[in-house]
């Protein structure tokens, strides 16, 4: 054989697989950058033959139009980029000593050395936020700011349907597929009226419905459903008080993040002494007694960081506190329980693909039906879920744009009304455009790492 | 849906090569249909009747210039305000009738000529009756619906700032769905052009609840828009709509138009119904075509009647679009 491929180095690079292969992929990316290059002289010499502007300059003029649902955007300021520095360098810190722990002995670093690297890691950073607490700046979007803000400000509406959406889809999905596989008939049928239905009617139609039809039963502001003050619901949404940030808040929160860090420590130190020596540690109340007692102790010291703001009927509508707009709750309603029924499926079918003999044999080893699930099911299914799951995530990332139809007043929407007052078409299809790709791949991008986790390792 | 629709239009503005700039008369011709754009439903301006034909304000001036080039069909593309300029720009459509109002960056930045103003509006606002409100300026904190992509939003904003007073919008991309959300009760005020309330309010569940406000916020010119470059096409356009409006001056009517061109004495009549000179073989159409816009539409005053006027359900006084002779501002140049 190797006799006769020897003169195959002779062979011109036209005949050779690879040279062929090469030549048509060069051919290809060619091809792509003529089109990209063509496609883009032509629009612009399309817009200056017909008199119409273009560039993104327009993006600094002011809006001069109102959205009616503002989320503070925090600004990258000089205090902000500091923490972000610090976090950085408390983790890279922490990662050093570990790993020199770990260089040292194949023990897993003890509780001691554990406390340093957290104290790093999440003190460092809480350092600076306190230095610099006062320049961290939220800006609020207004008539006199910029196109550019009125856009960030659609964005922050449009994460925050897709955040809310996909936790919620996520666990409701997972109760209605939990519900089909019960053994119970009429659970298990109501569920698998649930799938039938809400996968098979368009989403769009969905939205309508829980918008137009649903939520307009409620009462008018006058005739409020109102719960002693603290609740109040009418056709112009939910209200509730919020609370104000007083002097002390920034203790309170760091006292939570703190609390919670601190859960982690005590958790995988419970899972090293089982791992160790096979004595299950209870958890749940040293657990309880950090998330409740430390922040309770920053309340007393911060005397009292935050105050409520109750909602008032002020003129036409209700004043002050905080809530939901009818718009973003027929939305979230919508999205999530459109998806849920895709997630459901997903989930049931993940459930169903772990063989019947790791069921088996876990109750064989005298497990109760909920750690069987928790513990062999659900670790085995995730890796049939995750990937289907990942485009129903980008699925409500996408279905958010919809809501322009239900006056929600998302990215499209916003980018929509920008589009007419500049006129500039080409450039606001482009970052809608832009914009979606960025978000679907930072989706899919956290996806496949979360499924490289629970992936089958294979040895 | 509204998105896709947008980013097709814009994918044709990025796509299309190069159409010729002039020659949309020749186009036009050569089709054998007009390809106007128009509202999906504003009932009064442009709304398909129960025989499923398109009637309306709107429709009348685009049937009036496929009457001027002597097109028998005209194929009406139904826009969103969002979508209607760059339906335009891009060539989808060759004339947009559909109350757009004439701002400058529009003329100047967008590759667009506005024509001739049809209709003098303004913003106004309308309310229920039961809140008791007579002036806009007793809106403070009030909940507006509105449409999303026009001068509305701006304006509404402008007024509420100027008066030191705050709101909350809730923009819908059609006009449908503002009426749905304002007649359930989602918001105390429902705010674009007058005419335009006029139309909603026709369509409400019980229009006599509903109160439009005296205070008029803005000017909004309303007319026919043309792309920028083709100065034969805007010329046709601007001149057919002159003639309407000189028709109604001198009395010149739908029904009476054949017994004027054959025995009117006044020579700007024989003029501009094209009996004498060369007015309308100059722009490019024959002399035939002046018959047949006002046999098509009739003159101005017909037109507003037959839609706006005190007889249809909007109810619409002329106003500012009374003949200028009349205290209007209703006026077509002299045609000589």
């Known amino acids: 054989m190797s006799e006769r491929l020897a003169p195959q180095e002779k062979v011109p690079f036209w005949r050779s697989p690879q040279g062929r292969a090469w030549t048509f992929q060069l051919c290809m990316v060619g091809a792509f950058l003529w089109l990209a290059v063509s496609v883009y002289s032509n629009t612009l010499a399309n817009l200056k033959t017909r008199g119409i502007s273009s560039g993104f300059g327009f993006l600094g003029n002011e809006a001069g139009f109102r959205i009616g649902e503002v989320t503070g955007i925090p600004l990258p300021q000089g205090g902000l980029l500091w923490f972000l520095v610090s976090l950085v360098a408390g983790l890279a810190v922490s990662q050093l000593i570990s790993r020199h722990l770990k260089s040292k002995s194949d023990r897993p670093m003890n509780s001691k050395w554990l406390s340093v690297c957290l104290l790093f890691s999440i003190g460092l950073p809480m350092l600076t936020l306190y230095i610099f607490r006062d320049s961290v700046e939220i800006a609020h979007y207004t008539e006199s700011s910029s196109y550019f803000m009125a856009l960030l400000t659609g964005l922050g509406n449009t994460l925050k349907v897709t955040v809310i959406g996909c936790v919620a889809s996520t666990i409701l999905g997972l109760l209605v597929a939990l519900g089909r596989l019960s053994p119970n008939w009429l659970l298990s049928n109501l569920s698998r009226w649930y799938v039938e239905i809400n996968r098979n009617l368009p989403v769009l139609l969905q939205l309508f419905f829980w918008y137009f039809i649903v939520l307009q039963q409620l009462p008018n502001v006058r005739q409020s459903i109102d719960v002693g003050g603290w609740l109040i619901l009418n056709k112009r949404g939910l209200y509730l008080p919020s609370l104000v940030p007083q002097q002390g808040a920034w203790i309170f929160c760091a006292a939570i993040v703190i609390s919670i860090a601190a859960i982690w420590v005590i958790r995988r130190r419970a899972r090293r002494i089982l791992d160790e020596t096979g004595v299950p540690v209870k958890i749940l109340f040293p657990s309880l007694a950090v998330l409740i007692g430390l922040p309770a102790l920053a309340w007393l010291l911060g005397g009292q960081p935050f105050t409520l703001d109750f909602p008032v009927l002020k003129g036409f509508n209700f004043k002050g506190g905080t809530g939901m707009t009818p718009e973003f709750t027929a939305l979230v309603l919508g999205l999530t329980v459109y998806v849920s029924a895709f997630n459901a499926e997903i989930i049931r079918s993940g459930i169903e693909a772990v063989s019947k003999g790791q069921r088996e044999a876990a109750r064989a080893l005298a497990m109760n039906e909920r750690q069987v699930m928790r513990i062999v099911i659900l670790p085995q299914a995730m890796r049939v879920i995750v990937p289907p799951m990942t485009s129903e995530y980008l699925a409500i990332a996408k279905n958010s744009s919809l809501a322009v139809a239900i006056g929600y007043p998302e990215f499209v929407s916003v980018g929509g009304t920008i589009l007419n007052q500049s006129g500039q078409a080409v450039e606001i299809v482009g970052i809608w455009m832009g914009v979606y790709l960025c978000i679907s791949l930072l989706i899919s991008f956290g996806m496949n790492i979360y499924n490289s986790k629970v992936a089958l390792v294979e040895r | ?336």
């Not at chain 2, 949309?24 to 089709?31: C, W």
């Not at chain 2, 685009?62 to 305000?81: F, G, H, N």
């Not at chain 2, 003029?271 to 539409?297: E, F, N, Q």
Request: aromatic residues 8%; charged residues 25%.
């Open chain 2, 1 to 336: 849906m509204a998105f896709f629709r947008t980013y097709f239009i814009c994918l044709l503005i990025v796509a299309m090569a190069s159409i010729a700039q002039a020659g949309t008369l020749e186009n036009v011709k050569k089709d054998g249909f007009l390809k106007a754009g128009t509202h999906i439903e504003n009932p009064g301006f442009s709304a398909l009747d129960s025989n499923g034909k398109r009637i309306g304000f709107d429709v009348d001036f685009i049937r009036a210039v496929a009457a001027a080039v002597d097109v028998p069909e005209v194929k009406y593309t139904p826009l969103t305000s969002k979508e209607r300029l760059p339906a335009l720009q891009s060539g989808e459509i060759d004339l947009l009738s559909r109350t757009t109002t004439h701002t400058m960056s529009r003329d100047v930045k967008l590759g667009l000529d506005f024509t001739v103003t049809t209709l003098y509006d303004g913003q106004g606002m309308m309310v229920r009756k039961e809140l008791g409100i007579t002036d806009a300026k007793d809106l403070d904190g009030a909940t507006v619906c509105l449409q999303t992509g026009s001068t509305t939003e701006l304006n509404i904003s402008d007024f509420f700032r100027k008066n030191g007073m705050s709101f909350t919008p809730v923009v819908f991309d059609k006009q449908p769905d503002v009426r749905k959300a304002y007649d359930t009760g989602r918001c105390d005020v429902h705010t674009t052009d007058v005419s335009g309330l006029a139309a909603q309010r026709s369509l409400m569940e019980k229009p006599g609840d509903h109160v439009i406000l005296s205070e008029v916020i803005s000017k909004e010119p309303l007319g026919p828009v043309v792309r920028h470059g083709d100065n034969q096409w805007s010329d046709i356009v601007r001149w057919t709509i002159w003639l309407t409006m000189a028709a109604e001056e001198k009395g010149i009517t739908q029904a009476n138009v054949d017994k004027m061109y054959a025995k009117s004495k006044d020579p700007e009549v024989q003029r501009m119904l094209g009996k004498t000179g060369t007015l309308w073989t100059d722009l490019g159409l024959d002399k035939g075509a002046p018959v047949r816009i006002i046999k098509s539409v009739g003159n101005y005053g017909e037109i507003f009647d037959r839609n706006l006027g005190p007889k249809t359900p909007l109810r619409m006084e002329r106003g500012l679009n009374q003949q200028w002779n009349k205290g209007g501002l209703i006026y077509a140049p002299p045609f000589r």
